[in-house]
């Protein structure tokens, strides 16, 4: 497991790449660049607002709260569809269950929903290193809206110099991800 040190909590105040209020507008953007690729979610309102906008995700990583509160009904059964698997991931960290359920879940034939018994915060870094490129990750930025991250080699290098700068056994999850 590794786990985000106090001193880099700053480092993720900004948003990785544009941020959206509109998930059509954010698809669009996303499809004009995608070739037949994956589409990755990381929260619960994110996966609900693509699921309204008529694209489900390949691969959603929820755990039923938002802004550290549960999620309202519609909310929870809206994104709790299809295939679900149960990880732990606690607050604050990247599990090594984490990373294996996200690696496992882009293989899958099936859209693939992971049910976080934790935090899901942090996925967002593991979830580009595993996706192919040129794929999608998206996910919430609190008060703002949802930033869409294009993978790209420059995308996998910056969450990986993140991941690096983690406590914990760097090796452990950055193995799974050929990262």
């Known amino acids: 497991m590794l ?4 001193e880099l909590r700053a480092a993720f105040k900004e948003p990785f790449g544009p941020v959206y209020t509109e998930a059509e507008e954010l ?12 589409l990755v979610a990381v929260g619960d309102v994110v996966t609900y607002h693509l699921r309204r ?7 959603a990583v929820i755990d039923g709260k938002t802004k550290r509160e549960a999620v309202g009904e519609e909310i929870r059964r809206a994104v709790e569809t299809g295939r679900l698997v ?4 606690e607050p604050g960290t990247v599990s090594r269950a984490l990373v294996d359920a996200l690696v496992d879940a882009l293989a899958a034939d099936e859209p693939t ?4 018994e934790g935090e899901e915060d942090l996925a967002t870094l593991p979830a580009v290193l595993a996706a192919p490129l040129d794929s ?3 996910y919430g930025q609190p008060d ?3 930033v869409r991250i294009r993978v790209t080699d420059a995308a996998k290098t910056e969450m990986r110099d993140l ?3 983690f406590e914990g056994d760097i090796d452990a999850v950055l193995v799974p991800l050929d990262a």
């Open 53 to 59: 906008a008529g694209r489900a995700p390949d691969v």
């Open 144 to 146: 703002e809206g949802m």
């Open 3 to 6: 786990t985000l040190p106090t």
């Open 27 to 38: 698809l669009a953007d996303a499809a004009s660049e995608e070739r037949d690729t994956p």
């Open 113 to 116: 929903t992971l049910l976080v």
């Open 163 to 165: 991941l690096t700068q």
């Open 136 to 138: 999608t990750v998206v």
């Open 86 to 89: 149960e990880v732990a991931n």
